[in-house]
């Protein structure tokens, strides 16, 4: 008989907006599930999250120094950040239904998927949805943020596709997100893939799809 295995690969904007949904998810297969899945996230979206944990820790340093500040739309997002990160970290230590992507999980030439193997020369590919990143590095936001939307499909393509020492195993992956662009990305790639769209707005600002 053949095993199916689903994995449920998760974007920045649903740990950003939809935590709560998310932990209620992973409690209810913690004590129903009886099919095989695993929550992936991949590495871009880690690397996303410590950023923002990143622009939190700035604006406590600027409060610290009696700096008067007004909050903004962004310390929301760091700070919803930090809950996610905690939150995940607590659940990839757990081993059981949540796990970060690691370096060598993916398609990439180079091996690695922050390493652009097209160019080979060992250039960083995880780029930041920040304001002005993109521009510092002569790029358009937009181009930035459609590269990150690459990385996680790559991720969905790793696992779809990925090696396992048990034979005839159907591997489904599921990509959640809020993101219509990359859903409609993700649903194109062919049969065993699925995007759910959580029904948010489609944004690319201040790091939020």
Request: charged share 20%.
């Amino acid at each position: 008989m053949e095993a199916i295995v689903f994995y449920l690969v998760v974007d920045t904007n649903v740990l950003l907006r939809q935590l709560e949904t998310l932990q209620q998810f992973v409690i209810d297969i913690e004590h129903h599930l009886t099919l095989t899945l695993q929550i992936i996230i991949p590495g871009i979206v880690i690397s996303e999250l410590d950023r923002w944990v990143n622009v939190m820790y700035s604006v406590m340093c600027i409060i610290n120094s009696g700096w008067t500040r007004h909050k903004t739309r962004d310390d929301k997002v760091a700070w919803a950040a930090r809950l996610a990160s905690t939150w995940l970290l607590e659940k990839v230590r757990a081993r059981r239904f949540v796990k970060g992507q690691t370096y060598e999980e993916t398609c990439n030439a180079s091996g690695k998927w922050n390493v652009n193997g097209a160019k080979g020369s060992g250039v960083m590919a995880s780029i930041f949805r920040a304001n002005n990143a993109f521009e510092l590095i002569g790029i358009s936001q937009r181009e930035g943020s459609e590269m990150n939307d690459d990385l996680i499909l790559d991720c969905c393509q790793y696992f779809a596709s990925a090696r396992d020492p048990q034979q005839g195993v159907i591997r489904h992956v599921v990509l959640c997100s809020g993101d219509k662009n990359l859903c409609l990305k993700v649903e194109s790639v062919g049969e065993g893939f699925l995007a759910l769209s959580t029904g948010m707005r489609h944004s690319c600002v201040s790091g939020e799809r």
